[in-house]
């Protein structure tokens, strides 16, 4: 069972930046995957921001398009997201997951929270 960590979360201030990464300790390599990043408002579902294909290709929800940057680090075998001008709106919990193929287990995600 492929598992997934997410980390880099934290609470920042609107306007702010973060930038979450995604590992695993396993063997799943992910530049063979379309990998995505998931977010989780309070209260609501959980929804694809930001997505890599296997060739490179990102795609970003609306609400993110401009702000937010999805990528891949082959050799260390990171997905990572890069958060700018972060608003209240992008609070949640982030996971990273594999996108249009079976989901791997959820990790624990990571908390991002955006206030003044």
């Known amino acids: 069972q492929v598992e997934l960590v997410e980390s880099g979360g934290g609470a920042v201030q609107p306007g702010g930046s973060l930038r979450l990464a995604c590992t695993t300790p396993?063997?799943?390599?992910?530049?063979?995957?379309?990998m995505g990043w998931y977010r989780q408002p309070p209260g609501k579902e959980r929804e694809l921001v930001a997505s890599l294909t296997i060739t490179g290709v990102p795609n970003y929800e609306a609400s993110v398009k401009d702000r937010f940057t999805i990528s891949r680090d082959v050799a260390k075998n990171t997905v990572s997201l890069q958060m700018n001008n972060l608003n209240t709106e992008d609070t949640g919990v982030y996971y990273c997951?594999?996108?249009?193929?079976?989901?791997?287990?959820w990790g624990q995600g990571t908390q991002v929270t955006v206030s003044s």
């Open positions: 396993g063997n799943t390599f992910f530049a063979l995957h379309h």
């Open positions: 997951n594999f996108v249009r193929e079976k989901f791997a287990s």
